[in-house]
């Protein structure tokens, strides 16, 4: 299998802090990749390492087969990056927009940008200064596609939109994608987008890509086990596959893992009134998976269910 996407050990440190940790990321080519974390977690900065705009101060990365930091123009011209913010000079008109983008590349699909303006209805001759955020995205989504990029690389593109716009700006994605097997990174806070698009999902955590498997598999493997007491919780054991676990009064919530009847019997043991055991969606899962207290993770990986033998110990 070929791969779009390739990472070795990709390191970087801002000052004395860690902020992308030995990342091993490989995303295969044809796939729709998800890539998650919280505020912080390392993805803006990852992207841009990707795309050569920092330098890591350890490993590589490359993009279709060619180091970041020195592809060739004829493969730069395969790669597609709208960057948070959609920045276009704000003093052009969208037609300016279009014929100055198109001088950069070989290859440029006219009648695709038409259909895509004609869409979202913005005339070429409004100035990007009057656009929405909305219709910003819409222009930028257009100008990244028109080259026909193998490689799409998307940092938060519905950051700011409303709910209409967001969806509308999601559902041409989706039309896109399904031309010619494009690869595609996206990133979003905005996880029912990703939910709906991905068919494989990365989470950072600190810096340290915790998780890297088929969304799906994720969602399945997560559980969170509800059980309630005649009074206040004890601790639930640490145990394989344990991600953290609260206690709200008399209950006590558990984030599990690759949940199993041994899990079931150390619930059972602490002698509660009732166990209730909740199947996630992708925001559920990503929020109980990355929040509270947590000195180690299990983590995910591949296509089957595994989790590394982190020291647990002191996961509350």
């Known amino acids: 299998m070929s791969h779009a996407i390739i990472t070795?050990?990709?390191?970087?440190?801002?000052?004395?802090?860690?902020?992308?940790?030995?990342?091993?990321?490989?995303?295969?080519?044809?796939?729709?990749?998800?890539?998650?974390?919280?505020?912080?977690?390392?993805?803006?900065t990852t992207i841009k390492m990707l795309m050569g705009l920092v330098h890591p101060d350890v490993g590589t990365a490359e993009l279709l087969g060619e180091d970041s930091f020195s592809i060739c123009p004829q493969t730069r011209a395969k790669i597609a990056y709208l960057a948070e913010g959609h920045p276009i000079y704000k003093w052009m008109s969208v037609g300016d927009a279009v014929d100055f983008t198109r001088k950069f590349y070989p290859v440029w699909n006219g009648e695709l940008i038409d259909q895509i303006l004609d869409h979202f209805q913005l005339p070429r001759k409004s100035k990007i200064r009057k656009l929405s955020n909305g219709q910003r995205a819409q222009v930028s989504l257009a100008l990244a596609v028109a080259p026909e990029p193998e490689l799409l690389i998307l940092d938060d593109p519905t950051l700011g939109l409303d709910t209409v716009v967001r969806r509308d700006f999601l559902e041409s994605l989706i039309q896109i994608i399904q031309r010619k097997g494009r690869t595609i990174l996206f990133s979003s806070h905005v996880l029912g987008d990703i939910e709906r698009v991905a068919d494989r999902i990365g989470i950072m955590v600190d810096g340290v890509l915790r998780v890297d498997c088929p969304t799906e598999h994720f969602k399945e493997s997560l559980r969170k086990i509800v059980i309630e007491f005649h009074e206040a919780p004890p601790d639930f054991p640490i145990c394989q596959g344990l991600v953290g676990s609260w206690k709200v009064g008399n209950r006590l919530e558990v984030n599990i893992v690759g949940y199993s009847e041994e899990h079931r019997r150390l619930a059972e043991s602490l002698d509660p009134l009732s166990i209730d055991v909740v199947t996630l969606n992708l925001e559920d899962a990503f929020i109980e998976y990355t929040r509270g207290s947590r000195r180690a993770l299990p983590c995910f990986s591949g296509d089957v269910s595994h989790v590394e033998s982190n020291d647990l110990q002191g996961v509350a």
Not at 33 to 39: D, H, P
Request: with cysteine; glycine share 16%.
């Open 8 to 44: 070795r050990q990709l390191t970087k440190y801002y000052g004395e802090k860690c902020v992308v940790n030995q990342l091993n990321l490989s995303i295969p080519q044809g796939s729709i990749y998800g890539f998650l974390g919280r505020n912080g977690a390392g993805k803006s």
